[in-house]
């Protein structure tokens, strides 16, 4: 089985511009989330999608970042403008089911200067 | 306010013994408990988890404690293996499984020494 797939690896912008990360979940998993793991800290959630629909964006700081999920399928977060404590690494993670724990990617590392 | 603690930051371990690592929480909703492990460069993996019905659960050399009255978790590695060098997140979550919101402690970071 394939897994979690995102791109890019690294980026590195200067504040005030805008990036986009893209996300693609293990085929048949209907939830999908993104975390934002900052140097030295656990992850946190930003979002969670069920099928393309948003079940919980609560922590998602909606006046830079966005998050969309095409057709239930991929999804992409975007952050615009990006700011220097936007430095972290974005994971996406999917998941088969409530008793499942979560498949994580292997995260893109934004680095802002 | 950090509801899932980590107080290790780090453990070394002599290969061919136990490494226990301690995970507190704050919150009594939680009822789902997870164990992540993550390689440099690599995402979280996930090891294994318990119910809060439960009190231990156990695959292979990996086994997790729940003690509920102390809202305290520990996962116990026996034998400990260089391979298991890597950092371990615990994770809580509430609503009965691993679906939605998990809240990550900080992490330890796990050296087997050979």
């Known amino acids: 089985e394939a897994g979690v797939a995102q791109s890019p690896r690294y980026k590195i912008i200067e504040k005030r511009q805008s990036v986009a990360f893209w996300c693609n979940p293990i085929s048949g998993h209907a939830t999908l989330y993104w975390y934002q793991q900052i140097l030295g800290q656990g992850p946190k959630l930003l979002i969670q999608?069920?099928?393309?629909?948003?079940?919980?964006d609560s922590q998602l700081p909606k006046d830079r970042f966005s998050a969309e999920r095409l057709k239930g399928v991929d999804s992409t977060l975007k952050i615009q403008p990006a700011k220097l404590e936007d430095s972290a690494v974005y994971l996406c993670?999917?998941?088969?089911?409530?008793?499942?724990?979560?498949?994580f990617g292997s995260g893109t590392r934004l680095t802002v200067v | 306010d950090q509801q899932v603690k980590q107080n290790s930051p780090s453990l070394s371990v002599q290969e061919g013994r136990i490494s226990i690592l301690n995970c507190d929480y704050t919150n009594s909703m939680f009822d789902y408990f997870l164990w992540y492990k993550k390689y440099p460069a690599e995402g979280p993996t996930f090891l294994i988890s318990?119910?809060?019905?439960?009190d231990k659960n156990e695959d292979g050399r990996f086994t997790v404690f729940l003690n509920k009255s102390a809202k305290h978790l520990s996962l116990h590695i026996v034998p400990s293996q260089p391979g298991d060098s890597a950092v371990y997140f615990c994770a809580a979550s509430k609503g009965g499984g691993s679906q939605g919101n998990l809240i990550f402690g900080k992490g330890t970071k796990l050296s087997v020494k050979p």
């Open positions: 993670a999917s998941s088969a089911g409530q008793f499942y724990g979560y498949t």
């Open positions: 318990i119910s809060s019905i439960k």
């Open positions: 999608f069920q099928n393309n629909g948003v079940v919980d």
